[in-house]
């Protein structure tokens, strides 16, 4: 069994008072044994992160103190080039790996470059990283799902009117690759909240959603036993026929 987890986020007066925040969030969740934690996408006041070991060097030290692994959400971050980047802070209290964003959404594209590919991080479990508007696009999560990921991490910030379509996006991408979600939203005015994890089960063949969803600031966790998705998994892919 593995517990993961999802912080969903409001708004804060400056990046320090927001991480302060979260961090006794990632405590409390800490002290549960929560062992992966996933945030939302741009949820701090100043998105643009030069250095991610300084920014978030406080969630550094709740990784290693209680062997967690810390999606911190997605942030503009420039080096060489603009992309938007999620980190991954390992159960040591060292940045393991970063996902770059693969399809930035409409003003995006205007500064930010692509990331160009679909990565597997291994910590307590093999998963995979989708932000945001990557959600749109089925060969993302179905690459991820294919190259291992046993679940799937969405950091997230979805505007109140996309709330709708972000919850079918995200329940169909977990139905079509027969694998877990866990979905964190920013919730204030401007962005909807709705921060869901995604589980699935199966009734004489049929699979239908089982949704844990947060209402406002806080957070959730839930244990998975993730070997039993994988033989559903290999039968569905197994299932895809090539045409044209």
Known sequence: MVKLGIIQTSSYSSNQNGIKKISEILKKMGSKETEIVCLPEQWLKNNEISNFDSEFSDFK???KEFSMTIIPGAFYHTKKKTAIVAPIIGPTGDIIGIQEKIHP?????RSVNPGKEAKIFKTSCKFGVIICYDMVFPKVANNLAKKGAEVLFSPSRIVNRGIEPWKMYVQVRSLENRIPI????????KFGGNSMIVD?????????TKISRLNKEGSISKEFELKKYESSRKNRFSDSNKFQ
């Open 61 to 63: 030290k709740i990784a």
């Open 105 to 109: 959404f409409d003003y995006e594209r």
């Open 182 to 189: 866990l979905a964190a939203n920013v919730q204030n005015h």
């Open 200 to 208: 699935l089960k199966e009734n004489n063949k049929v699979f239908t």
